[in-house]
């Protein structure tokens, strides 16, 4: 019998390798102020990564997370300017994210195009239909009860650790303890399967991408009260960040089996890899490199297991 | 009178035009194995993906459990009391078997709480009450396929289900598995379970059924008790049909032998001992049910599963065949069963499908020359009849049966010495299946031997010079086309040792 852990055990075990290296020779890394940074910074790559990983789960992909990002930041922006109180504005930048995300999972669902087409295509049309909307501008002048959600900059990171152990516990209870979570877990590992035990797999695939937009949403909303200015442009690239924490942490690419675990400890390691490059006085040039390697390195590990399992049940 | 389980009547179902059920009753008794039986394509499968839910019939009424069941899908079959054991079990690879069974039992609802530990302890129980002890943590995807149907029945039992459905369910088991599997029919029969039972094993039909239905082409022959029928009688059932003498079979001057196979034995494709020989101008049958390996002998013929034990001689010189590009080297064509899937390319036109695997000719210096390739493919396309506006047009536009000309136009392209077909007129229109047939019997008359695999017992017989009958990946009979009948053939192909 294969370990239940064993992805989550080697992620970790690679985390506190890197720590060790960090402790030993660059202990200003675990500097309160660095490790908020980071932390502050990984913020919207764990909350999205944390409904990514229930897409992957079901066997689905959202690459347009960076462009719904984008679109909530200034939805949010926009809204608070106009006078709404912060609260609000986030509730609605939260409500077009899952609108984003529901319009994803509609149309592979129940139309049944293919996520990667389905969410190429959102990933495109919001970027440029944002940029086309505000050309390109940014959104700057916000009211100052946007800035830190109207707390003090040393409440905020608070709130925010609260709002992210939050997140991670509410959603591993759910997929952990609750029957519908078990449903994702079903949909993914033999969607036709799950469907003659009574599953509504439509029902579930469409919930996840609508999930996942209001993660985004919130994720939008949580970064850009850090900054005096809204970038039309935020989240280019961060799909693919989302992704490969979520598939670094084991999630199998092809659905059904991972944990919430595995892409929180995915989302450390691969947010921490690149600040302690700088910190150990290798050019930040590697970051993007090495976190490539990272990747590669988990799923030919996953590719290599998987092949002698299979060997072994044939063999059994 | 007790109410009756499941009463279907005149259920008809088509898939892309084609009828698998044109008509069929069928009813199920509390405390009764009723077994299901019929050839391959009789409409088995079909039946009780319908009970099931799993397709929707198209007419006919079904009752379950009294009730008249005018809209099925899985949900409202689960709740009906129906439960199915598939051949290839509907399991969760990346799941425990505790949950795999979790999930047949418990009804849905987002938010309802999941209780590991009585998940793990009732899975335990019931797999105890199939006669095996698996541990309930251990992941579906290592587990074996007898193990794997043994949670497909624990899952049965555990649904305390009135109509059990299984397929198949003795095809991966040991003697020892078999026995137990038979005492858990009795106990659910017992409780006053139904159970439809579909099985190939005619003879272990009479231990555990107490009536029969026998499927043919689609219809209900008819049902009775075991006791009114023999083996003999329920062959004759099965076959049933007039052998009409439409097949275009000429005499064709038989020649030296093309192909020989010694002992060919391949473990990956499951297949051994394999001897045969075919000459050039004969068209070999090769006959037996889904999964006695005929397949798998082409495969390995083909060099897709290379062989590793036995001798592989062509016009009497041993051959390595590792790849099917040796395969093709040789002079060995393959056009396999299921050409949408595997024998044309649909998007392509039929002159690039033509082509593909003699590009060598067509495109001596790496460059396709295009003329050539299109005079190449008009020759074919005129020489096998194939309908179409021209030879530019997409293969996925195209009727079954001139798809299939195509795929075999690919192999005349090559020249090849033998070529094996793989069901060539599976799912193909009735006018389509005899022009294919003469095409077959061209090709023999040119010279090329033929390797024909088929299902259809009246095809094989009406095209072949002589009969293998494959069980169990190996051969295990060789007819004449002289002694060949129906009932010989089903007979070799369903022994059991």
Redesign the interface.
Known sequence: ??SHYGRELSVAASIALLALVLALLAPGYFSSENLADLFLANMPVLLIALGMNMVILTGQIDISVGSQFAVCGIFAGLLSKLGLPVEIAALLAVAVGATMGAVNGALTAYVRIPSIVVTLASMVALRDGLRWATDGAWVSDLPPGFQWLGLSQTDYPWLMAFTAVFSIAALAWWL????????I??T???P?????????TQLVTFGVFALTGALTGLAAVLNSVRFNQIPGNAGLGLEMKVIAAVVVGGT?ITG??GSIAGTVLGVILLGAIGPALTFLGVSAYWERALQGAIILAAIVVEAVRERA??R???H? | MTELLLEATGIAKSFEGVRALRGVSFELRPGEVHALIGENGAGKSTLIKIV?G?VTADSGTLRIAGKSVYHND??TA?SLGVA?IYQQP??????TVA?NI???M?????????N?KERRWKAKELIALAGAAI?P???V????MP?QQIVEIAKAIGLKAKVVIMDEPTSSLTETEVASLFRVIESLKSEGAGIVYISHRLEEIPQIADRITVLRDGETVGTCGILEVDRAGLIAMMVGREVANVYPKREVAIGEIALELRCVGSREAGVRDISLNVRKGEILGIAGLVGSGRTQLAETVFGLTPADSGEILIHGEPAVIASPSDAIAHGIGYVPEDRRQHGVVLELPIAANISLSSLSLIAPHGLIDSQAEQAQAERYAEQLHVKAPSVDVPVGTLSGGNQQKVAVARWLATNPKVLILDEPTQGVDVGSKSEIHAIVTDLAESGIAVIMISSELPEVLGMSDRILVMRGGTIVGELSRAEATQEKILALALEHN
Not at chain 1, 176 to 183: E, H, K, Q
């Open positions: 019998m294969r952990l303890t609750r029957a519908g979570g078990r449903a877990y079903a993914g590992s033999n036709e399967a799950a469907r003659l035990v009574g599953i509504d199998a059904g089996s399992e299979k072994g049940a044939e059994a | 099931t799993a899985p949900a689960k199915a509907a399991l969760f690879p990346h799941l949950e979790a999930f047949a418990e009804s849905a609802g987002s938010w309802r709480k999941v590991w541990d943590d251990r992941f995807s290592s587990l074996s193990e």
